[in-house]
């Protein structure tokens, strides 16, 4: 048994502050026993109301097995979802999971009314092969905007399932053991790894369950959505984290048949990302 690492190993003195200064150290505490934590961070909880709107208006019915109503690609399509991407607590916790210069993956809303089945047990490390690395490649952030109860259709997740490190076996997915629901408030953003095995209850009573999913990969990964739509002049008013969390300044497919190399001075600022300012 590898010995529990303590809270503050490996990360920077400028992580260690800012969790400090957010007041994060619990949330750390229970990503890495339990694999999720709940987020209560007042500049959420202030735009919760929009992100709910701009989810309903933009969901259109979808087709299949989850049916219910869906948006995707939403970074451009409505001025709440930049704002939504960048809340503090939330990208401290992101960088505690996925280190410096984390990327923006995915942002989609999803609209589910009863009757409506719940969603499968898996880990969002879908799109890799087991066994997943000690060290976590994504992360997965919910944002809350209606009462989260098992009544209600509330993500299920069973806690301590990222230490196994592979997909939820047959028997688990079919079982469920261990299983809780995430209670949380309007406003609240539960994040959790891309290890840990969740999947949701199904909902049973009147209203709309909206949730904004926003997920984010380590840096060097490929990200799912694709926004080369969203220009420099998009970017202009924006918060300038935005630009790190598109990977607009990495060096990656920079080399031409002209150049024959990476483009230098965006393979420095790479460097700098991943390694901070003073290199490591
Ligand atoms: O909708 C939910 O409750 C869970 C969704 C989910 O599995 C995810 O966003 O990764
Ligand atoms: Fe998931």
């Not at 979808?62 to 939504?84: K, M, Q, T, Y």
């Not at 060097?220 to 969390?245: E, F, N, T, V």
């Amino acid at each position: 048994m590898q010995p529990t690492p303590s809270l503050d190993a490996g990360l920077s003195a400028e992580l260690r502050e800012r969790l400090e200064a957010l007041d994060l150290w619990q949330n750390v505490r229970e990503l890495r026993d339990n694999g999720y934590t709940i987020i209560q961070d007042p500049v959420a909880h202030a735009l919760t109301d929009r992100v709910r709107t701009a989810v309903q208006r933009l969901a259109a019915v979808s087709e299949g097995r989850n049916a219910g109503r869906r948006a995707g690609l939403l970074l451009g399509r409505d001025a709440v979802f930049p704002e939504a991407v960048t809340v503090p607590k939330l990208l401290a916790l992101v960088e505690y999971l996925l280190g410096r210069g984390a990327l923006l993956s995915q942002l989609i809303g999803t609209v589910r009314r009863a009757p409506i089945e719940g969603l499968a047990l898996h880990a969002d490390n879908s799109w890799f092969p087991a066994p997943f690395p000690s060290w976590e490649i994504m992360c997965t952030a919910c944002w809350v905007t209606d009462d989260f109860t098992r009544e209600n259709g509330a993500t299920l997740i069973i806690p301590g399932t990222h230490k196994h490190k592979h997909h939820p076996p047959r028997e688990v997915r079919e079982s469920l053991d261990g299983a809780i629901a995430i209670e949380a408030p309007p406003g609240s953003i539960a994040l959790w790894d891309g290890s840990v095995w969740h999947g949701s209850y199904p909902r049973q009573t009147d209203g709309e369950r909206v949730v904004l999913h926003m997920t984010y990969t380590r840096i060097g990964m490929q990200p799912i959505d694709d926004y080369s739509h969203l220009d420099d002049a998009w970017l202009a008013d924006k918060d300038p984290q935005l630009r790190g969390l598109l990977g607009r300044d990495l060096f990656f497919h920079s080399t031409t048949e002209r150049n024959g190399s990476t483009d230098f001075d965006l393979l420095m600022n790479t460097y700098r990302l991943v390694h901070g300012p003073q290199g490591y």
